[in-house]
């Protein structure tokens, strides 16, 4: 979903909490797991624009949450995936 200069992953529901989604890939773990791309930076950038997103919708008075899909594609097996649900509280001082 774009949303100004930024995109957010997957934006979906579980129950009446909306699940905003990073995913992160990456062929080997010569830089690091995918998930640990998310760095504090990332996870300000991600706050800010999952405001936007619920301001835009009416949906700020609804629950949500940050989850991590991290995707570790090795060269001669099958990908590891793992959902990391809740992986970030809301960052850089802002409030729903």
């Known amino acids: ?10 934006v979906a529901l579980d129950g009446d909490t909306i699940v905003l989604v990073e995913v992160k890939a990456r062929r080997g ?6 998930a ?3 760095t504090p930076g990332k996870r300000r950038q991600l706050s800010k624009l999952a405001l936007l997103y619920l301001r835009k919708k009416g949906w700020l008075d609804r629950s949500a949450r940050f989850d991590v899909v991290s995707v570790l594609i090795p060269d001669d097996g099958e990908p590891v995936i793992e959902h990391i649900r809740n992986a970030f509280e809301l960052s850089g001082g802002f409030t729903f």
């Open 29 to 34: 773990t010569g830089y690091g797991l995918p």
């Open 1 to 10: 979903m774009r949303i100004g200069r930024g995109e957010i992953d997957i």
């Open 36 to 38: 640990e791309a998310v």
